[in-house]
């Protein structure tokens, strides 16, 4: 019994990685658009999806949220996914923040969003992906299962693990593994990159997203330790 108990306990342990990710996720978060150092006019997030089928997001939101501040504090700080809004297994998808500042660049790329909604940052803050609306809510007041993902940097109060380092105007969030690294800790998850390039939806997937072992497969090679 006490070897069943113990072949349990590990059976957990190992498998609690591979369910902890969702398979869209946010690959990269940059909130130093327009500023006057800045690399890019305006702010961005990009998704990725890291399953092998297509994701439908539609009705999905974007919810930013100061340092310290409540999720989706105003309409201002929510943007919502239209209908029928899919991403493709391995691919990305862009969505352009804010309104331009006065110095950077334009994205390099063309976002598949655009919207004026989410002016992030450049320093402290957080940014969630939802399935369902959360306005003006505080962190672990979210609906239950909502949160999909989320990351937050510098002194932002609401991250998976902990937050990442604070950024500045050059610098944005980028997730590791070209977006598939998700271990639900922030700064082990992401690097901050100076002049970081984002990627859309026409960008080449990631060839290694459909590498990292699924449930059935951690499964598998757990069982074969006990044969």
Known sequence: MKRFVTTL???AVCAAPAFAANAVRISQAYGGGGGGSGTYLYDYVELYNNGNVSANIGGWVLEYGSAAGNW????INIFTFPAGTTIPPCKYLLIQL??????GAPLPVAPDFSTTNLAMSQSNGKVALMNVTNANVACGSEAAGSVVDKVAWGTGNCPEGAAT????????LVRNGAGATDTDNNAADFTLVTNPVPRNSQSPGNPNCLTTPTKSSTW???KSIYR
């Open 220 to 222: 598998g090679s757990v």
């Open 9 to 11: 306990a590990l059976l």
């Open 165 to 172: 380092a604070a950024t500045v105007a050059t610098q944005g």
């Open 98 to 103: 804010s309104t331009a500042g006065t110095a």
């Open 72 to 75: 989706g504090s105003s309409a």
